[in-house]
């Protein structure tokens, strides 16, 4: 517990002196102000967070938390669990989503095993970090000790951290894979929104009408078993949430206490994101939402976080496809700023457009 203290004692806040200086090259720059609309604030907020107006998101690197969870067992996926573990075979072949958006996006993805169920073999080119072998059924109990869930937390916080300060990346993406990890993200949710499970719950992998109406009486009962604090973040891991949300929510952390920018991608790597920002509300400065996923608990999560997305294209895969694709955005936001010439660098003469 310490040391999650520690951790987010050094978190701070990014600088407004920044931002301020980032907005007033922006609105002197050559074209009329504001006309490049939510560009313009993305590339305020890089400056902030890097405290500069010359940022530098080039060196890009993706987190794909893996885990499975025993809320499987109720029969809330369209998949079996096994699939996560051929999931994590498919990334570090590079045939899936991720990896293809990845490599379009000039990043580096990195699997986590934070707790799949199967055994990962130790030649796999993953980051071996195994908490357990999937949660255990949050409908019968909590999900995981709160030990675990520190564990978890400082787990993604210090595979950020350490690849910012030893290998040199600049920007930071999450995305996650776990069979049935929309439930506890769902129950993460509702237990900070107070709405009813009903309203928050999507259709995940796909699932049909019997499906889905055993995911909703799963949260629900889940909810019911487990009383959640909405107060105690940490509570709320500890009792619905996943190790690869409790990895998500600590690279989150991990990122704003080195003060580098971090964009989540959808339901599961938000929920993460909610988690750390309700244990530390300040992280929120580093934090960017990569896209509106079509996961209809989505719309609240980031109603809850105040961020705007920067994409909606519908999707709903995870994996951090997201973040890969948003991170083409972030980078130009970055150019923006820094290359567009002022009316004064130019010599054009400004109109007060």
Request: charged residues 20%.
């Amino acid at each position: 517990m310490q040391n999650l203290k520690n951790l987010m004692n050094r978190i701070e806040p990014c600088s407004k002196e920044w931002q301020e200086k980032a907005w007033e090259r922006l609105h002197s720059q050559i074209r009329p102000r504001g006309s490049l609309g939510h560009l313009e604030v993305i590339a305020s907020r890089l400056a902030a967070i890097q405290g500069t107006l010359t940022p530098s998101v080039k060196k890009k690197l993706i987190f794909t938390m893996a885990g499975d969870h025993g809320v499987a067992e109720e029969g809330v996926s369209a998949y079996p669990q096994e699939v996560t573990g051929q999931m994590v075979f498919s990334f570090i072949q590079g045939w899936a989503s991720i990896n293809i958006l990845a490599k379009h996006a000039g990043a580096d993805v990195r699997v986590v095993d934070c707790g799949v169920a199967a055994d990962i073999p130790e030649e796999w080119q993953v980051v071996h970090k195994k908490i357990g072998k999937g949660t255990a059924n949050i409908c019968k109990g909590p999900a995981m000790s709160r030990e675990q869930a520190i564990q978890g937390l400082l787990l993604g916080a210090g595979l950020v951290e350490k690849a910012f300060l030893e290998e040199g990346y600049e920007l930071f993406g999450t995305g996650d894979m776990g069979i049935a990890n929309t439930t506890p993200s769902t129950a993460i949710v509702a237990t900070f929104s107070g709405k009813p499970v009903s309203q928050l719950t999507g259709r995940g992998t796909g699932i049909d009408d019997e499906a889905f109406n055993r995911k909703v009486r799963a949260v629900e009962k889940a909810l019911k078993v487990n009383q959640p604090d909405s107060e105690d973040a940490l509570d709320v891991l500890t009792k619905v949430g996943g190790f690869e949300i409790a990895g998500l929510a600590g690279a989150v952390l991990g990122a704003a206490a080195v003060k580098a920018p971090i964009v989540c991608d959808g339901f599961i790597a938000t929920a993460g994101a909610l988690i750390a920002c309700r244990l530390m509300p300040v992280a929120k400065d580093y934090l960017f939402i990569s896209h509106q996923s079509l996961e209809i608990g989505h719309a609240t999560m980031v109603e809850l976080l105040g961020l705007r997305p920067i994409l909606d294209l519908e999707m709903r895969l995870g994996e951090g496809t997201g973040s890969a694709l948003a991170m083409n955005i972030i980078e130009a936001s970055a150019k923006v700023l820094k290359e567009i010439k002022t009316f004064a660098e130019a010599g054009v003469t400004d109109t007060g457009h």
